[in-house]
């Protein structure tokens, strides 16, 4: 029941976004709103969405904690695979400007860079969406 109730949340907020934003900021958005969800239910524990950096460098879409690594997660949505799977999209430029956003962030939390990793969540808006996740998408120590 709660899910259902979950779920119809969800979608009675993406449609008021549709009112008012763009709908591929809009679509974006729900698809943080499902990898919320998802990594919620695996143990995950959000602590920030949407963060970007004082320099204005950078943005991270999901910042967790997973037991005691602190993991930044970039969120990739499609429509369909057609053009291939969404975590394709995370080339090298977004990785380091991922990286620069995350450095920051864990020195202003006071997370040692030892501790810190990156992930990717993809979602396919599929009938019902389709959410998977990489770990590990790419090493945090090769970025020093």
Do not use: C
Not at 19 to 38: I, K, Q, V
Not at 83 to 106: I, M, N, S
Not at 123 to 140: L, N
């Amino acid at each position: 029941m709660i899910q259902f109730l979950l779920r119809l949340s969800d979608a009675a907020r993406h449609r008021a976004r549709l009112r008012s934003w763009s709908p591929t900021l809009a679509s974006g958005r729900r698809g943080e709103d499902l990898a919320h969800r998802f990594l919620q239910k695996r143990g995950f524990r959000v602590v920030a969405r949407n963060y970007r950096s004082r320099s204005g460098a950078g943005e991270i879409d999901l910042i967790a904690r997973d037991g005691d690594a602190l993991v930044f997660v970039e969120v990739k949505s499609r429509r369909s695979e057609e053009f291939g799977a969404p975590d394709r999209a995370v080339d090298q430029e977004k990785r380091e400007a991922l990286v620069r956003t995350a450095r920051e962030y864990a020195r202003r939390a006071g997370v040692e860079w030892r501790k810190v990793r990156f992930d990717i969540v993809s979602v396919v808006y599929t009938d019902p969406p389709s959410v998977s996740h990489t770990r590990d998408a790419f090493p945090a120590r090769q970025a020093l």
